[in-house]
């Protein structure tokens, strides 16, 4: 018996698996594949049908579209590097590579130091984990509890501070994306106006990020929806949890009986690892 190369395009529950023989990527989407399960649509000869990526694209979004119709009281999103990079967000790797090819000294095509490599050997982090998140946390660690050490880098004496101020600025600077103009290539507005539609006896939709970038805050401005993000409304916006527990309702003094009416397309926004335009003062953490 010959083992097919099968892989898992989309898992949605024990009996909701799309499933994809020798797929092939290009790094971000699906391109080519051999063949499809559960797939089994034949043409008028009778004869079955070749899958292509676009069947098994649509079967996922078939899965997709009744698994979001069932009404779930509770409803969480969480989203990663890939919901950003089809509007020019970076990945992870891409990040590690900026910061590389920074501390890179080289002669011709020779490379005479390797500094981000340097760097990683002072702190203790493993040069081949290219995760820039865990290198800056102990760059972190390690001017908080071993002052802030100097480091030669080309000859010359670095401070770590310094070089954590660097990865932020590479970090911001790749991860400013633009607005997308087009509204069709703006995922992110596409979903919250899905997720939004969702009853007002439910609790909030809350939608939890791990990218630095203000998409979503953007999509919020586009479709006129109300964003709880854990910031103080007054001026400077500062972060506490506690505003997670504020929500938004409308009061009709002229009403005989005052009732609380919540408002529509309110949701809860969480960025795990924290914002672009995030700035900390002292002990305060303030959008700027």
């Not at 010959?2 to 949605?12: S, T």
Request: charged fraction near 30%; glycine fraction near 6%; hydrophobic fraction near 35%.
């Amino acid at each position: 018996m010959v083992n097919e190369d099968w892989k898992y395009l989309l898992i949605n529950g024990k009996f909701k698996t799309v499933e994809v023989k020798n797929p092939v990527y290009d790094g971000i989407k699906l391109q080519t594949i051999d063949g499809l399960k559960p797939f089994d649509k034949k043409g008028e000869d009778g004869k079955p049908i070749t899958p292509t990526v676009l069947d098994a694209l649509n079967l996922k979004r078939e899965i997709y579209t009744s698994f979001f119709r069932k009404p779930f009281k509770n409803l969480l999103i969480l989203t990663g590097a890939g919901a950003s990079m089809d509007v020019g967000g970076p990945s992870m790797a891409t990040l590690w590579g900026k910061a590389d090819e920074k501390y890179k000294i080289s002669e011709g095509d020779t490379v005479k130091e390797n500094g981000f490599e340097i760097i990683c050997n002072h702190v203790k982090h493993k040069y081949q984990d290219q995760n820039l998140e865990t290198l800056l946390s102990k760059i972190e660690g390690t001017i908080q509890f071993n002052d802030d050490m100097d480091i030669k880098l080309n000859g010359k004496d670095i401070k770590l501070s310094a070089i954590k101020k660097d990865l932020f600025d590479i970090i911001k600077i790749n991860c400013s994306i633009q607005k997308p103009v087009n509204s069709i290539n703006f995922p992110h507005k596409v979903l919250l106006e899905k997720l939004l539609q969702k009853k007002l006896t439910s609790p909030r939709v809350k939608v939890f990020t791990l990218n630095y970038d203000l998409l979503f805050e953007y999509a919020s401005e586009e479709i006129n929806a109300i964003m709880i993000d854990g910031f103080s409304f007054t001026f400077p916006r500062t972060f506490s949890g506690r505003f997670f527990d504020y929500d938004i309702v409308q009061r009709e003094g002229s009403k005989l009986q005052e009732e609380d009416n919540f408002i529509q397309r309110v949701f809860h926004l969480h960025k795990l690892h924290g914002s672009i335009n995030w700035e900390r003062k002292g002990d305060k953490i303030i959008i700027n």
